[in-house]
């Protein structure tokens, strides 16, 4: 499957901003899909995943503030992301696995090519 993430952009603290990413595959449904972020000089960490049966798990930092969501019919996942601080401020990326969500990045086979995210305080 191929992916292309889309939304991101600048903002001041407390803003807001909604990713999408979208997949080519018409299988796109059999996929868990996983959101991670890279800050400069920093490794990718995890971010948010949603299982294939639409189940959530979030990384604390961002718990309460960052909603992730599937739409099977668009072949999209959607990253609603709410009161953002500047440590939020990193390249997402999206990602798809055959296997189960999870928060390791080496479980996911497929990666888009990222969308900045500039927080500014």
């Known amino acids: 499957v191929q992916l292309q993430a889309f939304g991101g952009g600048s903002v001041q603290t407390g803003g807001s901003l909604k990713l999408s990413c979208v997949g080519s595959?018409?299988?796109?449904?059999?996929?868990?899909m996983g959101w991670f972020r890279q800050a400069p000089g920093k490794e990718r960490e995890f971010v948010t995943t949603?299982?294939?049966?639409?189940?959530?798990y979030y990384t604390d930092s961002v718990e309460g503030r960052f909603t992730l969501s599937r739409d099977s019919a668009k072949n999209t996942v959607y990253l609603q992301m709410n009161s953002l601080k500047p440590e939020d401020t990193a390249v997402y990326y999206c990602?798809?696995?055959?296997?189960?969500?999870?928060?390791?990045?080496?479980?996911?086979?497929?990666w888009g090519q990222g969308t900045q995210v500039t927080v500014s305080s």
């Open positions: 990602a798809a696995t055959l296997g189960p969500a999870s928060v390791i990045t080496n479980a996911y086979e497929y």
């Open positions: 949603i299982s294939r049966s639409g189940t959530t």
């Open positions: 595959a018409r299988t796109f449904d059999r996929y868990a």
